[in-house]
Nanobody
Framework: QVQLVESGGGLVQAGESLRLSCAAS????????MGWYRQAPGKQRDLVAT???????NYGDSVKGRFTISRDNIKNTVYLQMNSLKPEDTAVYYC????????????????WGQGTQVTVSS
């Protein structure tokens, strides 16, 4: 079984920074793309950023230039550095892995973490 566990959320003031981490654990051989999504109350879950195993990145328009996604393929961990935070960044942030190949040669698709709350006060 594979698990994604996020950490690093919290309460900050506008303009400050936070760094989120998401570690995938279990019998993992490799992970294709990993990413971050967020969901504010009453809104749909939106893309924040994704990164492939080769390091290609993609960002949502609202975070370009402020957030940076990175990953450590050895540790099966993805990070999200969030700078210049705004109140509108307040949401639950979810980690995602689109395809995981286990050491038992089994594919697991579209895995999600439990989420971590980020609150930005004005």
């Amino acid at each position: 079984q594979v698990q994604l566990v996020e950490s690093g959320g919290g309460l900050v003031q506008a303009g400050e920074s936070l760094r989120l981490s998401c570690a995938a654990s279990g019998s993992i051989f490799s992970i294709n793309a990993m990413g971050w999504y967020r969901q504010a109350p009453g809104k749909q879950r939106d893309l924040v950023a994704t990164i492939t195993s080769g390091g290609n990145t993609n960002y949502g328009d609202s975070v370009k230039g402020r957030f940076t996604i990175s990953r450590d393929n050895i540790k099966n961990t993805v990070y999200l550095q969030m700078n210049s935070l705004k109140p509108e960044d307040t949401a639950v942030y979810y980690c995602n892995a689109d395809r995981i190949l286990t050491r038992k040669d089994k594919w697991i698709f579209n895995s999600w973490g439990q989420g971590t709350q980020v609150t930005v006060s004005s």
